[in-house]
């Protein structure tokens, strides 16, 4: 096994991160804890139907997945107040479904229908909705937390309790959009949350070859901050962790780095075969699949049946057969549309 690969099998995986210990955080309910599995289950569901329209020829852009990451969008996303705002990254899809966009309006984004949430304009996930408190994705990974901090600069101008927060990968981390947003959040004390997600590999790099840090979260301490590890397949950790660092921010406490190990079992995108992922890396994290386990979690602690749980599966699948069936059936854009709304009326 290569150094880079013991690195990802062995002390990544084992770093001192918080984990949920078999604990329901407090104030979640039986119906919270249903949620957490449908949100993981419909972003997973929701990723497979993307690979496979890629895979037909009928996505016009690039096919980013997020399998084995669900844990981290879904809870991340799930410990919001319904009037902070969050910005996604392409790899994000847990969070734009738990903020309310449905199955069928995403799915036409990436098939560029008329009826998507840009009019046909993106065959990606490069929207927003402002009235679900998401910022749309900007492709220039680090360009969201200069953007999300300006939120929190405004919600701070106006005295109101809200919260902003966004993602970045663990190559993003290297960026100077990285520096200079989270340092200005730190500065002006902006209540503002930044998940990490230490995947290993930004696209083919690993970790070790472009940072000689082995925990990012470290790097929390160069702008004053606090800074926590959590372990990224644990919905119920990174909820609690985050929900923690978004009240703080609430409460004026500032801004939070917050570091979800994490891994993505497939390539980078759906071009991407990940050959340069040693298979003993990739084996070892199948073993902690976020959705299996959650659901043995429920099962050993009579939360729920494995019965309910194929039930929420087998349903949450039918909704996406439907949302495929209705998305692909919607028209393409008029091509004398293409320049509209490139300019304020």
Not at 45 to 58: K, N, W
Not at 263 to 276: L, M, P
């Amino acid at each position: 096994m290569n150094t880079a690969a013991k690195k990802q099998t062995g002390r990544r995986a084992r770093a001192n991160q918080k984990t949920s210990e078999g604990k329901v955080p407090e104030g979640l309910t039986l119906e919270d804890l249903d949620k957490l599995y449908s949100y993981m289950v419909l972003n997973r569901a929701f990723d497979d139907r993307i690979t496979s329209l890629y895979r037909r020829g009928q996505i016009p852009g690039a096919a980013y997945g997020s399998r084995g990451q669900e844990a981290t969008s879904v809870g991340a996303a799930y410990a919001l107040a319904p009037e902070d705002v969050v910005g996604p990254l392409i790899r994000n899809a847990g969070v734009v479904l738990v903020r309310g966009v449905t199955p069928r309006a995403f799915l036409s984004s990436f098939l560029g229908r008329s009826g998507s949430p840009t009019g046909g304009k993106d065959g990606n996930s490069h929207f927003g909705d402002l009235s679900k408190g998401i910022v749309g994705p900007i492709s220039m990974l680090g360009s969201m937390i200069p953007t999300l901090a300006g939120c929190a600069l405004a919600f701070q101008y106006r005295n109101e309790k809200r919260v902003a927060l966004t993602f970045i990968g663990d190559g993003g981390s290297s960026t100077g959009e990285f520096h200079e947003g989270l340092n200005m959040a730190a500065t002006m004390n902006l209540p503002f949350v930044l998940v990490l997600e230490h995947n290993g590999y930004a696209y083919s790099t690993p970790t070790s070859v472009q940072t000689r840090l082995e925990n990012l979260v470290d790097k929390a301490r160069g702008y004053g901050i606090p800074g926590e590890i959590v372990d990224g397949n644990d919905v119920l950790a990174v909820y609690e962790t985050v929900k923690r660092a978004v009240e703080a921010a609430r409460q004026g406490n500032g801004p939070t780095l917050i570091e979800a190990k994490t891994f993505r079992i497939r390539g980078h995108a759906e071009h991407d075969d990940a050959r340069y992922v040693p298979k003993e890396v990739t084996a070892a994290w199948l073993a902690r699949d976020p959705i299996e386990n959650f659901g043995s979690f429920l099962i050993r602690n009579g939360h729920r049946t494995s019965n309910q749980l194929q039930k929420i599966q087998d349903s949450i699948h039918k909704e996406m057969e439907v949302a495929e069936e209705e998305a692909l059936a919607e028209a393409l854009p008029d091509p004398e549309s293409a320049l509209g709304g490139v300019y304020a009326d």
